[in-house]
């Protein structure tokens, strides 16, 4: 492998040990805990029952584009990791604890953070004085997944780069 590819590895494990630190503090562990469940879905899909029942038939353009992203990136980011098979940093590294709940076997890309930017992108494309909810929102679920040893860094990275293509594409079209 490369030298300069060996070191990035090197350095997304390095910091993804140093956040998964934070979780040994019970209530640093909670708090993300519950970030990344309501991440699962929670959050996004009580946003968009909010704005149904806020705006109405007005809603309902975000709302139907906010699922149709969301079924597409499920498909694609399975498929990546289907792929990629790379394993969780818990499972590589005897000193990252996994300190969250598990949905697959598989690390590359993170989808819980492809969800959260490609759904706040969605969310202020209809909706822009959403920004204060969804983009902090958006942060703590991309920060909760290496601080629960659920995903590397480069996961997060790559999952939030994934998420803002396919909403951006879905914008264009």
């Known amino acids: 492998m490369n030298l300069q590819l060996q ?3 090197r350095w997304d494990a390095e910091l993804c040990a140093f956040c998964n630190r934070r979780s040994r503090n019970f209530t640093v562990r909670n708090f ?3 970030v990344s469940r309501l991440g699962d879905g929670i959050f996004w899909y009580a946003l968009m029952s909010a704005l149904l029942l806020q705006y109405r038939g007005e809603a309902l353009p975000a709302v139907l ?3 149709a992203v969301g079924l597409v990136g499920t498909l694609i980011y399975k498929f990546i990791k289907g792929k990629t098979l790379r ?3 818990f499972n590589v590294y005897p000193d990252i604890i996994c300190a969250g709940k598990v949905l697959d076997q598989f690390s590359f890309p ?3 953070t492809m969800h959260a930017v490609s759904f706040s992108i969605l969310a202020l494309a209809y909706f822009p004085a959403l920004f204060w909810l969804v983009v ?3 942060l703590l679920v991309a920060l909760s997944r290496p601080i629960l040893g659920l995903h590397y860094p480069s996961d997060v990275l790559a999952g ?5 293509v396919i909403a951006g594409l879905s914008l264009t079209l």
């Open 87 to 89: 394993p969780r940093p």
């Open 110 to 112: 993170s989808g819980h």
């Open 136 to 138: 902090p929102f958006a």
């Open 65 to 67: 584009h906010m699922l």
């Open 160 to 164: 939030a780069g994934l998420g803002a």
């Open 7 to 9: 070191q990035i590895f």
């Open 32 to 34: 993300f805990r519950m």
